[in-house]
């Protein structure tokens, strides 16, 4: 079955750059977006379609869709960006898929 | 201001039957396709169901599949989610959610959640 990969965790210092990727074959051809989520919060979306950023996220809050490989890049990143960090698209079909998820650590 | 506000959650024996209620406000709620997703302590994000605007369209995850039911009611501006034959492995937070309109599972509001709890 199809599957968004991401990396379990990734730790960076404060003010670091933070990048997490999610790998899928339709990529190329899907947008995607992510979501944060904060402990005991429901997810909040920080990027959607590839690379925009709702009202009232952070401009430091990026994203990128090249080839089979989307991108959250979080610039200058803060303790308060701590949390999961979920991919979402679809796959060939159309069936809705997150991916499982990175744990982000700011310290 | 967009709200989402779930209920209906609780601890059910397996085999059982609960009701989820989602009541939005702060939108025009028939103009959006909605969703249910759910998530296992201490796992990730799994989509569930969603339904499209007048209710004509809905979609399934495979797991949950002639158990689970998805409905909505314009009027009252409330989305349910009927579950059926649950299961141990059906324990999670379920939220309610609503989709971008520029797209039909792709989700930019989230409620808080309910909890379902299956175990005897």
């Known amino acids: 079955s199809y599957e968004l990969t991401q990396p379990p965790s990734v730790s960076v210092s404060p003010g670091q750059t933070a990048r997490i990727t999610c790998s899928g074959d339709?990529?190329?051809?899907?947008?995607a977006y992510w979501y944060q989520q904060k402990s005991g919060q429901a997810p909040v979306l920080v990027i959607y379609?590839?690379?925009k950023r709702p009202s009232g996220i952070p401009e430091r809050f990026s994203g990128s869709n090249l080839g089979t490989m989307a991108t959250l890049t979080i610039s200058g990143a803060q303790v308060e960006d701590e949390g999961d960090y979920y991919c979402?698209?679809?796959?060939?079909?159309?069936?809705?898929?997150f991916g499982g998820g990175t744990k982000l650590t700011v310290l | 201001e967009v709200q989402l506000v779930e209920s209906g959650g609780g601890l059910v024996q397996p085999g059982g039957s609960l009701r989820l209620s989602c009541a939005a406000s702060?939108?025009?709620?028939?103009?959006?396709?909605m969703n249910w997703v759910r998530q296992a302590p201490g796992k990730g994000l799994e989509w569930v169901a969603n339904?499209?605007?007048?209710?004509?369209?809905?979609s399934y995850v495979d797991s949950v599949k002639g158990r689970f039911t998805i409905s909505r009611d314009n009027a009252k501006n409330s989305l349910y989610l009927q579950m059926n034959s649950l299961r141990i492995e059906d324990t999670a937070v379920y939220y309610c959610?609503?989709?971008?309109?520029?797209?039909?599972?792709?989700?930019?509001?989230w409620g808080q959640g309910t909890l379902v709890t299956v175990s005897s």
């Open positions: 959610a609503r989709v971008l309109l520029s797209a039909k599972t792709a989700i930019d509001y």
């Open positions: 702060g939108f025009t709620f028939s103009n959006y396709w």
């Open positions: 339904i499209k605007q007048d209710g004509t369209d809905k």
């Open positions: 339709t990529l190329s051809k899907k947008y």
């Open positions: 379609e590839d690379g």
């Open positions: 979402y698209s679809t796959d060939s079909s159309d069936n809705p898929l």
